[in-house]
C-alpha cells in the first residue's frame, strides 16, 4: 500500500489521494489491485486504507467517474503500474 501510494500518479480529473477511501487486495497473478473512492465510503473514511481479503471483497462501482480510481501494481514491480478513472461519469 505504501509503495502504491508513494508512486501512484493520479489520472487527469481525479482528486488528491487523500480524499479517499482507499482498498487494496492481490490478484490471482500476484498483482495488488485497489480501488480508491471518494471517502466515506464501505465504512472507510476519505484518508484512510484497507485491505480486503479478496477482489471480492473490494467496493463494487458500476461506474464513478473519477470519484473512483482503480491502482494495480504487478508482482516485483517498485511503482504504480496504472491508475485510472472508473468509467465515463
Known amino acids: 500500500m505504501d509503495l502504491i501510494e508513494r508512486t501512484v500518479v493520479m489520472p487527469a480529473g481525479s482528486a488528491p ?4 477511501a482507499r482498498f487494496y ?4 497473478t500476484g498483482a495488488v489491485v485497489g480501488l480508491f473512492v471518494i471517502g466515506p465510503h464501505g465504512g472507510l473514511d476519505s484518508g484512510k486504507r484497507r485491505w480486503v481479503s479478496t477482489l471480492d471483497d473490494l467496493p463494487w462501482i458500476a ?5 473512483a480510481v482503480n491502482v494495480s501494481l504487478e508482482a516485483g514491480s517498485t511503482e504504480a503500474d496504472t491508475a485510472s ?4 461519469g
Open 85 to 88: 478513472c472508473n468509467g465515463g
Open 25 to 28: 487486495t492481490r490478484a490471482p
Open 63 to 67: 461506474d464513478g467517474g473519477c470519484a
Open 17 to 20: 489521494i487523500a480524499r479517499y
